[in-house]
């Protein structure tokens, strides 16, 4: 791709915002349950994609876990070191079931800090045993740069063993903000072997319907997938998706940061195997990481998803009558109806005379908590700063028509 992402500024159809009304009574008990969200009215945290606060189920089994089983996992024989091996291995299923996975008995899961040590770990310790001389892997430039630098670095390896790969990029399509799978079909050939995507993007909150890409590339070619935005805000089967990687951060899937995995399907190309002796596992992430995931799947990420959805909309409809923002990305995508794309809870935008970092000081002197800067995204990314709006099951339409009031008040 040349230039940056996704922008189709010509068609603009929207509807008048409606929100999901039947999902209130269903929000506002789960609210509730995140005590630093409750203990700070007067704050409104909108940076969910950078990390997510915890509910107190979370942070009760932290608790519970260092006062009743805290030892090291794998290792000893009296109870508390059975109580953290179990604790381990548990939430390796749980993380399978939690993913849909059809077949739980051929896949692994891996557990790291987070998605970048992820998706390095799969470019360094399984990418090159996989790729010969000539072979081409296919990744995305205006991503997350934790989803380009790592397959960069592999390539530098296998160079340095003689080894040539050849690097395409994962094309977008601008009139849709997604991945293009018919240029990607173009694109692949029959020494393509590997794919990276985003599942969904963390600066235009696009859902890049990644469960397009199989199709467009056959069923030899493995893909690996950056979870770090939707794990924990709509729904992630791996079986719908059909990809053979899955890395995440449990930071933002309201566990404790340092709390990632990366899942394996073990059925295409070499054994998954991360080298190396990683040392002692991080048992209280992982207690935290199988509470999160309770809490999630009793909360319903469909839910979730339409809630945040319907938040970022909401914001988008209102930013849309201030013309001093710009939001970034596909435009079609702000239409309320839109059947094209919709953004999961992420909004980005620039205002024209107010830079990022001051605008974000400025918020939050009314008590707003946003992201600016460039948000670490690949070369081909956005050049300049902005301002990213994040939201997860604790925000609320009141808090967005808040931060649109302030906003408004800076036109
Ligand atoms: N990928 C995406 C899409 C992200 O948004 C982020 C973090 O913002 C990462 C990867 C890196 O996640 P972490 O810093 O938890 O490793």
Not at 61 to 89: D, F, I, Q
Not at 239 to 244: M, P, T
């Amino acid at each position: 791709m040349t230039g940056t992402i996704p922008r189709d500024h010509d068609e603009r159809d929207h509807d008048e915002a409606a929100f999901p009304d039947d999902l209130i009574p269903w929000q506002r008990p789960l609210r509730a349950m995140f005590p630093i969200i409750t203990g700070h009215p007067d704050l409104v945290y909108l940076d969910s994609a950078a990390t997510a606060q915890k509910p107190q189920a979370v942070l009760q089994a932290v608790e519970t876990y260092l006062t009743t089983a805290n030892a090291n996992a794998g290792r000893g024989t009296y109870p508390w070191a059975n109580a953290s091996t179990e604790l381990v291995e548990r939430t390796r299923e749980q993380i399978k079931s939690f993913l849909s996975d059809p077949d739980p008995e051929r896949s692994t899961v891996h557990f790291t800090s987070g998605t970048t040590e992820g998706l390095r770990t799969v470019a360094q310790d399984w990418l090159p045993a996989f790729l010969t001389d000539g072979d081409e892997i296919v990744v995305p430039f205006a991503d997350h740069q934790a989803n380009l630098i790592p397959w960069l670095d592999a390539r530098k390896v296998l160079e340095a063993q003689g080894i040539g790969i050849r690097i395409r990029e994962l094309p977008y399509q601008t009139s849709s903000g997604d991945y293009d799978p018919d240029a990607l079909a173009r694109a692949v050939g029959p020494r393509t072997r590997f794919v990276a995507a985003t599942h969904v993007h963390h600066v235009y909150g696009a859902d890049m319907n990644v469960q397009r890409i199989r199709a467009a590339v056959g069923p030899d070619v493995v893909i690996c997938l950056d979870a770090a935005q939707s794990m924990g805000h709509l729904p992630v089967s791996v079986a719908g998706l059909d990809v053979d990687f899955v890395a995440f951060s449990g930071h933002k899937a309201l566990a404790l940061p340092g709390s990632g995995a990366v899942w394996a399907r073990q059925t295409r190309g070499p054994r998954f195997v991360p080298g190396g002796w990683s040392g002692t596992p991080n048992t209280t992430g992982i207690a935290s990481l199988a509470a999160a995931l309770d809490w999630l799947r009793e909360a319903g990420t469909d839910r979730i998803e339409r809630w945040t959805t319907a938040l970022a909309l909401r914001l988008t409809d209102g930013l849309r009558h201030l013309g001093a923002y710009e939001i970034l990305g596909c435009q079609r995508s702000l239409a309320l109806d839109s059947r094209i794309q919709h953004r999961c809870g992420i909004v980005t935008f620039r205002h024209r005379g107010i830079g990022a970092s001051d605008l974000g000081f400025i918020l939050f002197s009314h008590g707003f908590m946003v992201r600016t800067d460039g948000h670490c995204q690949g070369s081909a990314g956005e050049k300049t700063s902005s301002v990213r709006v994040s939201t997860h099951v604790y925000n609320t339409p009141e808090e967005i028509d808040r931060l649109l009031a302030v906003l408004a008040t800076l036109e």
